[in-house]
C-alpha cells in the first residue's frame, strides 16, 4: 500500500479532504466524499453526541460533569464543534443546521452567561467562537470588531492581556488568526480585520514561526511535535498549515518551519502522532502517539504541496510499505 491508497483508506473526514489537497479528483468527486462525513463515520457519530440541550457534555466550554482525571474541556460543546470543522462537515447540511440552530439557542458561555455567537472575554476563545462562526454562517461580526480592538502592539494576542500582559501568545494568536481567515474567507472582512490579520501574521512570520524575536532561540521544543486535534496549542505544523490555507505567497521567513515538517517524515513517507494533548476524549482519532498518523500525514503533505509547488502527481511518496487498512 503506497501513502496515498493508506490516506484514502481512512474515514470520510479524512478521505474526502485527500481527494481536495493531494489529487486532481473532480469536484463531483470531492463533494460526494464531503457529504459522506454527516452519515459515516467520525463526523456522524460526534453528531450524534449532541444533547437535546445544544450542548455536548453539558456544557459549552467545560463538561456540565467534570470526571476527567486531567480536568481538560475537550468533550464540551466548543471542542465538538472545532471537531466537526475540521471534519469539514458541510456547513449547508441538514444535520449541521440542526446542530448549529440547537448551539445557537441554548449554549451559553460559563464565564458571563453570553450566547455561543456572541463570544466571550479570552481572545483564544474568540478566535475559536469566529472560525466557527464563520464557517458555520453564524453572524460573529461583533466578536471580530472585539479581536481587532484586543490586538497587541507587537501584533499578536494573549489571554493573558486582561491580567495585565503585553507580550503575545503564540497559542493565542494562532486561534484568533485561523478565526479572522474564515471570517474573511465567509464575508470579506473588513478593513480593520483583514489589517489586524496581517500584523498577526507579521508577528509570527518576524519569528520563524518557532523563534524569540528577541534572541532567535527555540521558544519550545514541544513545537516541533505535531499533534491532533491541536485543540488551543501551537506546533510549526500547524503555524504553516495556516499560511497555506491563506493561499498567499510563499514567503522566504517560512523555511525553516517547512522543513521542520519536511524533517519529520518517517522512511515510509508518513508523519507520526506525537504530543498529544492529555484528556478525556469522546472516542480516538488516531492510535497513539508514535504511530503513524492520516492526520498530520495529510496536513504535512498538503503543506509541502503548496509550499514546493508541486502538482499532484509530483507528489514524492514511497511506493509502497507494510501496514493494516484502517478500522
Given at each position: 500500500?503506497?501513502?496515498?491508497?493508506?490516506?484514502?483508506?481512512?474515514?470520510?473526514?479524512?478521505?474526502?479532504?485527500?481527494?481536495?489537497?493531494?489529487?486532481?479528483a473532480?469536484?463531483?468527486?470531492?463533494?460526494?466524499?464531503?457529504?459522506?462525513?454527516?452519515n459515516?463515520?467520525?463526523?456522524?457519530r460526534?453528531?450524534t453526541?449532541?444533547?437535546t440541550?445544544?450542548?455536548?457534555?453539558?456544557?459549552t466550554?467545560?463538561?456540565?460533569?467534570?470526571?476527567?482525571?486531567?480536568s481538560?474541556?475537550?468533550?464540551?460543546?466548543?471542542?465538538?464543534?472545532l471537531?466537526?470543522?475540521?471534519?469539514?462537515?458541510?456547513?449547508?447540511?441538514?444535520?449541521a443546521?440542526?446542530?448549529?440552530?440547537?448551539?445557537?439557542?441554548?449554549?451559553?458561555?460559563?464565564?458571563?452567561?453570553?450566547?455561543?455567537?456572541?463570544?466571550?472575554v479570552?481572545p483564544?476563545?474568540?478566535?475559536?467562537?469566529?472560525?466557527?462562526?464563520?464557517y458555520?454562517?453564524?453572524?460573529?461580526?461583533?466578536?471580530?470588531?472585539?479581536?481587532?480592538?484586543?490586538?497587541?502592539a507587537?501584533?499578536?494576542?494573549?489571554?493573558?492581556?486582561?491580567?495585565?500582559?503585553?507580550?503575545s501568545?503564540?497559542h493565542?494568536?494562532?486561534?484568533?488568526?485561523?478565526g479572522?481567515?474564515?471570517?474573511?474567507?465567509?464575508?470579506?472582512?473588513?478593513?480593520?480585520?483583514?489589517?489586524?490579520?496581517?500584523?498577526?501574521e507579521?508577528?509570527?512570520?518576524?519569528?520563524?514561526?518557532?523563534r524569540?524575536?528577541?534572541?532567535?532561540?527555540?521558544?519550545?521544543?514541544?513545537?516541533?511535535?505535531?499533534?491532533?486535534?491541536?485543540?488551543w496549542f501551537y506546533?510549526?505544523?500547524?503555524?504553516v498549515?495556516?499560511?497555506?490555507?491563506?493561499c498567499?505567497?510563499?514567503?522566504?521567513?517560512?523555511?525553516?518551519a517547512?522543513?521542520?515538517?519536511?524533517?519529520?517524515?518517517?522512511?515510509?513517507?508518513?508523519?507520526?502522532?506525537?504530543?498529544?494533548?492529555?484528556?478525556?476524549?469522546?472516542?480516538?482519532?488516531?492510535?497513539?502517539?508514535?504511530?503513524?498518523?492520516?492526520?498530520?500525514?495529510?496536513?504535512?503533505?498538503r503543506?509541502?504541496?503548496?509550499?514546493?509547488?508541486t502538482?499532484?502527481a509530483?507528489?514524492?511518496?514511497?511506493?509502497?510499505?507494510?501496514?493494516?487498512?484502517a478500522?
Amino acid at each position: 500500500m503506497d501513502v496515498l491508497d493508506w490516506l484514502l483508506d481512512s474515514d470520510p473526514a479524512i478521505r474526502w479532504q485527500v481527494l481536495r489537497d493531494l489529487t486532481d479528483a473532480p469536484p463531483r468527486e470531492i463533494q460526494a466524499g464531503r457529504e459522506r462525513v454527516t452519515n459515516q463515520g467520525w463526523g456522524a457519530r460526534l453528531l450524534t453526541l449532541q444533547g437535546t440541550d445544544g450542548q455536548w457534555a453539558g456544557g459549552t466550554y467545560w463538561p456540565a460533569t467534570d470526571d476527567d482525571p486531567d480536568s481538560q474541556p475537550w468533550t464540551a460543546t466548543t471542542y465538538s464543534l472545532l471537531l466537526l470543522r475540521d471534519f469539514g462537515l458541510d456547513p449547508a447540511s441538514t444535520e449541521a443546521r440542526q446542530a448549529i440552530g440547537l448551539v445557537r439557542d441554548n449554549s451559553r458561555w460559563e464565564e458571563g452567561n453570553q450566547p455561543f455567537f456572541e463570544g466571550e472575554v479570552e481572545p483564544c476563545i474568540n478566535g475559536m467562537t469566529v472560525a466557527l462562526g464563520a464557517y458555520f454562517g453564524e453572524k460573529v461580526d461583533s466578536v471580530v470588531e472585539r479581536l481587532t480592538r484586543e490586538q497587541l502592539a507587537d501584533g499578536g494576542w494573549n489571554c493573558e492581556a486582561e491580567r495585565g500582559s503585553t507580550r503575545s501568545s503564540f497559542h493565542t494568536t494562532i486561534c484568533v488568526l485561523e478565526g479572522l481567515l474564515e471570517h474573511e474567507r465567509a464575508t470579506g472582512g473588513t478593513t480593520e480585520s483583514r489589517q489586524a490579520r496581517h500584523r498577526g501574521e507579521e508577528y509570527l512570520l518576524e519569528r520563524g514561526l518557532l523563534r524569540r524575536y528577541s534572541t532567535g532561540e527555540l521558544i519550545s521544543g514541544n513545537w516541533l511535535l505535531f499533534s491532533y486535534p491541536t485543540r488551543w496549542f501551537y506546533d510549526v505544523l500547524r503555524g504553516v498549515d495556516y499560511f497555506r490555507a491563506t493561499c498567499g505567497s510563499r514567503d522566504q521567513r517560512l523555511e525553516e518551519a517547512v522543513e521542520v515538517v519536511r524533517s519529520k517524515v518517517q522512511p515510509d513517507g508518513r508523519w507520526l502522532l506525537e504530543n498529544t494533548h492529555a484528556g478525556k476524549v469522546h472516542f480516538p482519532l488516531e492510535d497513539g502517539d508514535g504511530q503513524p498518523s492520516r492526520w498530520n500525514t495529510l496536513r504535512a503533505l498538503r503543506v509541502l504541496r503548496w509550499y514546493d509547488g508541486t502538482k499532484a502527481a509530483e507528489l514524492s511518496l514511497p511506493s509502497t510499505f507494510g501496514g493494516a487498512s484502517a478500522p
